[in-house]
């Protein structure tokens, strides 16, 4: 049966998206909405300078009953795809020491943006001919973390994106690429976080994604839309298929981790009626499989 999680960051952000509120007040909300499982965030207060003391996160996992299964890498600072060597290697330092902060906590997987947009105004944009290049360096970033992994034990999900405005394209946007990039990498280290929205941004079917990447499929992010933009909005607020998503997870037996990655920014409600909706659907999910909410 599946373990539904929910992102902290739902309990963090305001409502401009910027990651602001407190991360221990929000494991214990998250416990509140009757989850087991929390997907963390290595972004937001506590990480301005790297990862924080990691005792108070403990404790407040073990207090709440909370599980850790997941928690998102830094993505708005750093790019593993650049094209300047020493923010690359900066990028792959901090992604490293939030695997480290997980293992401390007792986490298994941690979601990881493979590439990122370029942190300084020197450095272009993705472009066709320059995508394949930030491919490769993407590759490296993510061989040297193979290594943080296998010491830590904490292995990678790197989850599919999306071309930003003002990119011609943008590295691994599908499961068909990333499942050629990790192809020669230990599947008990590096899979795939399937972000849905993402592929309904990039107007891909959900279901047809999720049986491509199959049996490497560590982790999803679960929310909906139907605007040009990343929405984040509970299932049923938007376009997405979940009684076909729903079928592809049973054909592919997946046991990952199931987290609702979903934002009160573009919801009519307030965060805890944003809570309370998602607990709803999930009970309901529980009891009668992934389908359409309407």
Known sequence: MPTYSIASVLHMSDDTGDING???E?????????????ELIAEGVGWEDGPPDSAPFREALESTGLYPHTIHAPF????????????????????AAAMR????????????HPSGSPISPDEPLYT?????????????????????????????????LVAKTGFEARPLETMQELRSFIAGLPEEYVGICHDIG???LRKLDVANETRI????LY???????????DDHLPPGHGVIDFDSFGQALDDIGFDGAWTMEVLATNHPGTVEDVAIELATIRDRWIAEGIRNVR
């Open 22 to 24: 407190d991360p221990i």
């Open 26 to 38: 929000a494991l214990r909300s998250v416990a509140a909405s009757g989850y087991s499982e929390v």
């Open 76 to 95: 708005r600072s750093i790019n593993l795809a650049s094209f300047d060597e020493g923010e690359r290697k900066e990028s792959v330092a901090q992604v």
């Open 101 to 112: 902060f997980h293992a401390e906590v007792g986490g298994r997987t941690i979601i990881i």
């Open 128 to 160: 066709l001919e320059n995508v394949g290049e930030a491919t490769e360096r993407a590759h490296r970033s993510i061989s040297e973390l193979l290594r943080v992994g296998e010491e830590t034990g904490v292995r990678m999900a790197l989850e599919n």
């Open 198 to 200: 993402h592929t309904r």
């Open 213 to 216: 990447a199959s049996d490497r």
């Open 219 to 229: 982790a999803l992010h679960i929310q909906d839309g139907s605007s040009d933009e």
